[in-house]
């Protein structure tokens, strides 16, 4: 293969992921359509396959970016509040969350709902990922808790990741709970501040 | 119209019904198609929506029936754990939703779901399963905190049926977390026995 072949085969790539990535963050994983994207990106809807195995292949590399980015912003809100006391640094990053969530909602649920539907086996940077996240957790868990069996801290972690999750995804379903953002804060703050 | 085919309607009806529930059971929300159905209740695809509105409206109906014996099933857990204090009657509530959720999973996460793709008013039967729901929890919380004033009462009522919600949610979605049922009791269990 030429240099400039491969040159425009890695620009497609590339553009086949920043479309796919605008049509989630606008419409929803739900409306993504190879042929539309196809012809968005002005190729043969066969040359999306030459890419990727199928469109789950390709909403994963999205989401990948959009991991990389949810943990940016968990991670500054972290930095940022380095000086507070745990309990409070636990609040500061899951609002940080919440609010990544509200901002890009579409692109923040394809990062779950894309791995109901897909059957392969988990990615690992994905778990990495979520590895990350989990451990911005079980720092200030650590502090709170500093006798806890080793065990008990990961559930712990993980239970408290999925309640906030949990608050953040019903909360935002405004259909469900109609909830305004400042109160959705205040729940998880409410659950945080009460875990003893 | 006569008795007869009044009685035919409703018959089809109920077929209709009883054969989307099957399908979403079996294979989840996103399998219902109009014409499979329509194949197999023997019926025209166009009779299907002189029943229901669109096809959201008839997942609407199933969810009635799945919210009715959701209830059931936390309701009879919060009888059989009367003589219990109030934290423990709230772990027990919450891990018959988890069985509940682990035995119907794709009945249950329709609940959830369908609400994030329609765009009509929430029927009022919605809103009072979910408010059926939800009075389980408020009762042993204001057992619990006697003097929380109402609001934040309220509040944390939706925090934790979020929390657990959650935990629930992404504990089930063995792909993510991978956890079994056990792990999962133990999630609820830890959060809600730490609230203090």
Redesign the interface.
């Known amino acids: 293969m030429s240099d400039a072949t491969k040159a425009r085969k890695a620009a497609l790539r590339k553009k086949l992921i920043e479309l796919a990535e605008a049509q989630i963050a606008a419409e929803g994983l739900?409306s993504l359509r190879a042929r539309g994207l196809a012809k968005e990106a002005g190729c043969a809807v066969g040359a999306i396959y030459t890419h990727f195995t199928d469109l789950d292949a390709l909403v994963l590399e999205v989401n990948g970016r959009t991991f990389r980015r949810l943990g940016s912003s968990v991670a500054a809100s972290v930095a940022a509040a380095a000086d507070q006391p745990p309990r409070d640094r636990l609040i500061a990053m899951s609002h940080a969350y919440l609010h990544f969530a509200a901002e890009h909602a579409f692109l923040w649920r394809a990062l779950?709902d894309v791995?109901?539907?897909?059957d392969g086996p988990?990615p690992q940077w994905y778990l990495d990922a979520?590895g990350g996240l989990f451990s911005y957790i079980a720092a200030p868990l650590a502090e709170l808790f500093p006798d806890m069996p080793e065990h008990?801290l990961d559930?712990?972690t993980?239970?408290?990741?999925?309640?906030?999750?949990?608050?953040v995804?019903?909360?935002l379903?405004k259909?469900?709970?109609g909830?305004p953002l400042a109160?959705i804060e205040?729940?998880?703050a409410?659950?945080l501040s009460?875990?003893?």
Chains 1, 2 share one sequence.
């Open positions: 739900s779950f791995e109901m539907s897909a988990v979520l008990e559930l712990l993980r239970a408290l990741f999925s309640s906030v999750h949990g608050i995804l019903l909360g379903e259909r469900i709970s909830v109160q205040q729940m998880i409410q659950v009460r875990v003893q």
